[in-house]
């Protein structure tokens, strides 16, 4: 078997690795500050099969979700629900019965398409964060939209959360699910099993919710 290349090591103050495959097959360790590269890569080569049949998997995804045309028919997810593209002499992109995109935008499609969904995604996310916010008490300190492609949203020290603009693609329960995780790292850094069960507290349904994203998230692109 070929030896399996590291395309970046992140190191932190977090107290476990994890091996990460992103959406495009690499693979990213993150890993606390001490931990020495001949222990990496003993790890590494230890979970190679393991990661081998990630990048098979990932790379299988890849190819089933075809590049965007942005032609008239074409289905867009907004919600957890498919629009159909619509292109028309408008001055912005609007979602009725169908996503309209104006066909000034043609020269550009993806990326208004992407600013389009990053707007939506914070008008969104920030109703349903104050929302659970306010049920719970776990109060933050701001909400950003980013264009992340393998992490839905994580907790910045100061109680900053941060969410990829992708999340808006899923149904609003699963936003949720996103949501209420975030805000519970507020209290719990890591994901030990009082964070779980701050988050089972709020939402008792919440592995059917993460499977649901684990599941679909090859969907979740543009």
Not at 87 to 113: A, G
Request: aromatic share 14%; hydrophobic share 40%; proline share 3%.
């Amino acid at each position: 078997m070929e030896e399996i290349k590291i395309d970046k090591i992140i190191r932190s103050k977090r107290k476990t690795i994890a091996l990460v495959v992103e959406s495009d097959a690499t693979l990213v360790i993150r890993a606390p500050f001490e931990t020495t590269l001949e222990y990496i890569e003993a790890l590494v080569f230890k979970k190679r099969f393991w990661i081998n049949e990630k990048k098979q998997v990932v790379n299988k995804d890849c190819a089933f979700v075809r590049k965007r045309e942005f032609v008239n028919g074409e289905g867009f997810l907004f919600l957890g629900k498919t629009y159909k593209l619509k292109i028309q002499d408008c001055d912005e992109i609007k979602l009725s019965d169908y996503l309209f995109l104006p066909k000034k935008y043609l020269n550009e499609p993806r990326e208004r398409m992407v600013e389009w969904y990053m707007k939506r995604a914070l008008e969104k996310i920030t109703e349903r964060a104050d929302w659970y916010s306010k049920d719970t008490g776990w109060k933050y300190k701001s909400i950003k939209i980013n264009n992340a492609q393998s992490r839905w949203g994580s907790c910045g020290p100061s109680g900053s959360l941060n969410f990829t603009w992708r999340l808006i693609m899923a149904p609003l329960n699963v936003i949720d699910y996103v949501v209420v995780h975030e805000l519970a790292h507020i209290h719990e850094k890591n994901h030990s099993w009082k964070f779980w069960n701050k988050v089972k507290t709020v939402m008792p349904d919440y592995k059917q919710r993460e499977k649901w994203l684990k599941e679909n998230r090859k969907y979740l692109v543009l």
